[in-house]
């Protein structure tokens, strides 16, 4: 199936095991907040159990080999006005939405201390953001 859009997720390859997977679940829930067309149907069994929906469309997982790989993604997504979603190191120290937030406003654009990001948007806009970048190991 061919699809019009793209779900990518860049993470620092430099993280622990633990902090490359609460990044992606994290970033990954941004786009399905954010746009419910990215939504699924809900899962019924056939003992009518329901069951959570996925996103509607893969979600492709990238390697940045620190700092200046992931920076270079964001500002290539951001100048070609796609949507994108932060994760910041100091997010890890944070505990709930107002300290995220404040954490987030604290710094401009350029000086965030990103371990991850999520793009979304046409895919041909997508690929060109993450030009050099490889799949996640």
Same mark, same amino acid.
């Given at each position: 199936? +061919? /699809?019009?859009?793209? %779900?990518?997720? %860049?993470?620092?390859?430099?993280? +622990?095991d633990w902090q490359k997977l609460n @990044?992606?679940?994290? *970033?990954?829930?941004? @786009?399905?907040?954010? !746009?419910?067309?990215?939504?699924?149907?809900? !899962?019924?069994?056939?003992? &009518?159990? =329901?069951? *959570?929906?996925? *996103? #509607?469309?893969?979600?492709?997982?990238?390697?940045?080999?620190? *700092?200046? =790989?992931? =920076?270079?993604? /964001? &500002?290539?997504?951001?100048?070609?006005? $796609?949507?994108?979603?932060?994760?910041?190191?100091?997010?890890?120290?944070?505990?709930?939405?107002?300290? &995220?937030?404040?954490?987030?406003?604290? /710094?401009?654009?350029?000086?965030?201390?990103?371990?991850? %990001?999520?793009?979304?948007?046409? #895919?041909? +806009?997508v690929n060109k953001? $993450?030009?050099?970048?490889? /799949?996640?190991?």
């Amino acid at each position: 199936m +061919k /699809f019009d859009k793209k %779900i990518a997720i %860049i993470i620092r390859s430099d993280l +622990k095991d633990w902090q490359k997977l609460n @990044v992606t679940a994290f *970033l990954a829930s941004s @786009v399905a907040i954010k !746009f419910p067309e990215t939504h699924g149907g809900d !899962f019924v069994t056939a003992s &009518n159990s =329901q069951y *959570l929906p996925f *996103l #509607n469309q893969p979600v492709m997982i990238y390697a940045a080999e620190g *700092l200046p =790989q992931i =920076q270079r993604a /964001f &500002n290539r997504a951001k100048d070609r006005e $796609l949507a994108i979603g932060i994760y910041t190191e100091p997010l890890f120290s944070t505990r709930g939405e107002a300290e &995220n937030l404040a954490g987030i406003a604290t /710094f401009k654009d350029e000086e965030q201390d990103l371990v991850g %990001i999520i793009i979304f948007g046409d #895919n041909r +806009k997508v690929n060109k953001a $993450l030009d050099g970048l490889k /799949f996640h190991p």
